[in-house]
């Protein structure tokens, strides 16, 4: 099998591999009997759907009093799912229904279970609260407004049509849970846990049987196969500020090996590191930098070794920010608790271990393939065949790795405006694009080193 190799690969040394290969020895979590049974095809949970190609199901059908009681007793008992029974019309519902069926009965139904729709299948959280939130939830193509709206009045299960959008991750129930045990005068931990349970619901209801995902405040990385942890790993995230980490879904496209690190204009020419290269010939090499200059542009590229800036691996999942997982000569930053320290992308621990698994489950190569590939010094991207999506996070409530549900520092202050919509009148079509900056990271990944 041919991966995609450098052919010149610099200052190799042969004791940093062998400390990757122990780290590669480390036991997981869990130990499947084989690796179809650990990482299963990816398969969507079914549910009410409509086919996109189809012209958009009215917003409005004909209710039944029958019907419009069972919605107003889902209206009653939102508030268990961190709703506001005050955000659906519940009294003037109760008022109309007296009265029988009516075109104005109709329409005040059917808006109101559009609004439980958007706000269980979206979160109810506007886009201008969610700082830095670049992830464009699925479900509202997936699970359309006017389609689950017919089948409900048709089936008449008002209450069952409802409860399928919720998360279906774990940690959802548990903040359910929790929220449930936590007295009405603790107004404070309640809105917490309200929401942190909207976060989930601005991802996709179901995250996949398989994926990484990172809670940035926990300095966390799970690798997670149906909604069970298989192995987690300690990680370096962005400073607070303009290198905050965004929060992003993608997909993993490979797996690079020994790979080098372009260093960024703002360090070549800001920082003089052109120039020293170029005045430093023996610590350039020592260091593992090559100087480029075409009609005054100079670059340069640390190559591959011990002491590159990334370590020995990256995970390529390409996106408009520049983030991405990688390996760090600095280890000793995974001792720390505080690890807010990167320019924006997210170190791991026990790196090496995480690429060899994610190039064997993502059935790149067999095995043995991958470690020669991981060994040999060599610049070398390993394809990823089979999807592995890439969610990065932001929770300041979550269960962790234990299983606990536990509180972690908000790192970034992204609550209060989430806090404070909670408050605020409810608004509407809040799934779709953040207007938020795009901050393409000019990423130092010796930053905290």
């Not at 049974?37 to 969507?44: D, H, N, Q, Y």
């Not at 508030?79 to 329409?107: F, H, I, W």
């Not at 908000?410 to 900056?437: F, M, T, W």
Request: charged share 25%; with cysteine.
């Amino acid at each position: 099998m041919a991966f995609a190799q450098d052919s010149e690969p610099e200052n190799l040394l042969p004791d940093a591999q062998s400390e990757e290969r122990q780290d590669a020895q480390t036991p997981a979590d869990a130990q499947p009997s084989n690796m179809e049974e650990a990482f299963p095809s990816m398969v969507s949970d079914p549910m009410v759907q409509g086919d996109i190609a189809f012209e958009p199901a009215p917003l409005v059908q004909p209710w039944s009093v029958e019907n419009v009681d069972r919605l107003i007793s889902v209206i009653e008992g939102i508030a268990a799912e961190g709703l506001d029974p005050a955000d659906y019309d519940l009294q003037a519902l109760q008022t109309a229904v007296q009265t029988g069926p009516s075109q104005e009965l109709d329409q005040l139904a059917s808006k109101n279970f559009i609004w439980l729709v958007e706000d269980l299948r979206d979160g109810r959280t506007p886009m201008e609260a969610r700082e830095q939130w670049f992830v464009v939830d699925p479900d509202r193509d997936r699970f359309r407004s006017g389609v689950l709206l017919a089948a409900a009045v048709e089936s008449g299960d008002i209450a069952g049509t409802i409860a399928q959008l919720n998360p279906t991750h774990p940690d959802y129930a548990m903040l359910k849970a929790a929220l449930a045990d936590t007295p009405e005068e603790d107004t404070a931990k309640r809105k917490l846990i309200r929401a942190n349970m909207d976060r989930w619901r601005w991802l996709g209801r179901d995250l996949g049987k398989q994926y990484l995902i990172t809670n940035v405040p926990e300095y966390q990385l799970r690798l997670t196969v149906n909604d069970n942890i298989i192995s987690t790993y300690r990680t370096v995230v962005g400073k607070p500020g303009r290198t905050a980490t965004p929060q992003l879904a993608e997909t993993v496209e490979g797996v690079v090996f020994n790979p080098t690190w372009t260093v960024p204009q703002s360090i070549v020419v800001g920082e003089g590191l052109g120039e020293k290269v170029k005045n430093n010939p023996a610590w350039a090499k020592r260091n593992g930098y090559k100087r480029t200059e075409y009609n005054g542009w100079v670059g340069v590229v640390q190559q591959p070794g011990p002491g590159n800036s990334l370590g020995r691996m990256k995970l390529d999942m390409p996106n408009e920010h520049a983030i991405f997982l990688h390996d760090t000569p600095s280890r000793h930053l995974f001792a720390n608790e505080n690890r807010a320290l990167s320019h924006g992308c997210i170190r791991t621990e026990r790196a090496l271990e995480l690429a060899i698994t994610m190039a064997i489950l993502g059935k790149g190569a067999e095995r043995a393939e991958v470690i020669q590939v991981a060994t040999s010094g060599e610049y070398t991207k390993v394809p990823i065949k089979k999807e592995m999506p890439v969610y990065i996070t932001y929770f300041t409530m979550a269960t962790d790795i234990n299983g606990e549900l536990s509180t972690f520092v908000d790192i970034y202050d992204r609550d209060a405006p989430v806090l404070a919509s909670l408050d605020a009148p409810r608004v509407q079509n809040r799934s779709g694009e953040s207007d938020d900056e795009v901050i393409v990271i000019e990423d130092d990944p010796r930053a905290g080193g």
